[in-house]
């Protein structure tokens, strides 16, 4: 085994070392900045890295304690208590479950935060998770905080695209772009970094579609692939659903609102798949537990349904993001699904 450690040892991200070396250069160089922006699609691991950013920067494992690590050492308390989400210098801002925006209150409790001195470590961090949810009030108030931040506090934001934020935020902010990886190279990450079976890192790698982020999420919990594997299930058993069993589903379904998004994906995967398993390209597809249901499905629908399918739940997810009540939302999609009598 190769026991020579990387240069961003400590991170536990594979794929993403380009954004890794921005960040450990600047803080080499003593030129930490007061805000970052985190940018690329959801769940590739803008979080995480931010996350890890916060733990670099707070970290007491090197020996001087003036001294700055590059790389986290993952072992200290401090270190500890970032990764458990504990610390009391390192604050999470992001859009309350039942509210639609990330509100002003939220940036009024952050600046007041950021007024106190740091209670353990030498900086204030505050991650704000998916910025563009900041209504025009608390982008605005949160412009203040940028334009004059305490001498210790740093900003840690993540958005999907940079063009979803103010352009005054975006002159006050260093961008950290994060890409898309192949599905080979999340493959051997889940393998030598997590310890991932190879079937099994073969399988999230697939379902990753390119975002390390939602991959190192599904091996740290199970929940993740049970869920999907329950999803998918009961998307298997749907056709044969009559109408009230369709609107109990979908009621039941959009009880938890912050799903809907990635039930939605996981259905987009699905119906993807059987475009391409009904084209025989069966060997591309993305659910690769599953080939031999896409199989039977694939002929049972065949392509055309499988397309109409993508329509309805890209316009379900449309309807769903103009505020169109999820669970009516859901109902016009299951009345969309194909049926067998
Ligand atoms: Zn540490």
Redesign the pocket.
């Given at each position: 085994m190769n026991t020579q450690p990387t240069q961003a040892q400590g991170w536990g991200i594979v794929g993403h070392e380009r954004s890794i070396d921005i960040l450990r250069r600047t803080i080499a160089a003593q030129q930490v900045r007061h805000a970052y922006l985190f940018t690329g699609p959801p769940h590739i691991g803008k979080g995480l890295l931010a996350h890890r950013f916060a733990q670099t920067l707070l970290?007491?494992?090197n020996p001087d304690p003036l001294v700055v690590p590059t790389n986290?050492?993952?072992?200290?308390l401090?270190?500890r208590k970032v990764m458990h989400e504990n610390h009391p210098d390192v604050h999470t801002v992001k859009k309350a479950p039942d509210k639609q925006f990330i509100l002003i209150e939220q940036i009024r409790g952050l600046q007041s935060d950021s007024a106190r001195r740091t209670l353990e470590g030498r900086r204030n961090v505050f991650i704000i998770h998916n910025a563009h949810e900041m209504n025009m009030q608390a982008a605005n108030c949160l412009l203040k905080t940028l334009e004059e931040p305490e001498p210790d506090v740093i900003l840690l934001l993540t958005v999907p695209d940079a063009g979803l934020l103010l352009p005054t935020i975006l002159s006050r902010v260093q961008q950290i772009p994060m890409q898309l990886l192949t599905t080979a190279r999340i493959k051997i990450a889940l393998e030598q970094q997590w310890e991932v079976e190879a079937e099994e890192a073969e399988l999230i790698a697939a379902l990753a579609a390119g975002r390390m982020g939602w991959a190192v999420e599904a091996v740290e919990k199970d929940e993740l692939l049970d869920e999907r594997k329950s999803q998918l299930d009961l998307l298997a058993k749907l056709p044969s659903h009559n109408k009230i069993q369709r609107f109990d589903a979908a009621q039941r379904l959009s009880a938890d609102t912050e799903k809907v998004d990635a039930l939605l994906d996981l259905w987009l995967l699905w119906w993807r798949d059987l475009v391409l398993a009904s084209n025989d390209c069966l060997d591309l597809t993305v659910n690769v537990d599953m080939r031999d249901l896409l199989k039977k499905q694939a002929a049972k629908f065949g392509s055309a349904e499988a397309e109409r399918m993508i329509r309805a739940i890209l316009s379900t997810r449309e309807a769903i993001e103009q505020n169109v009540n999820a669970r009516v939302a859901l109902e016009v999609l299951m009345l969309d699904m194909p049926k067998i009598s």
């Open positions: 970290c007491t494992g986290p050492c993952n072992t200290c401090a270190c």
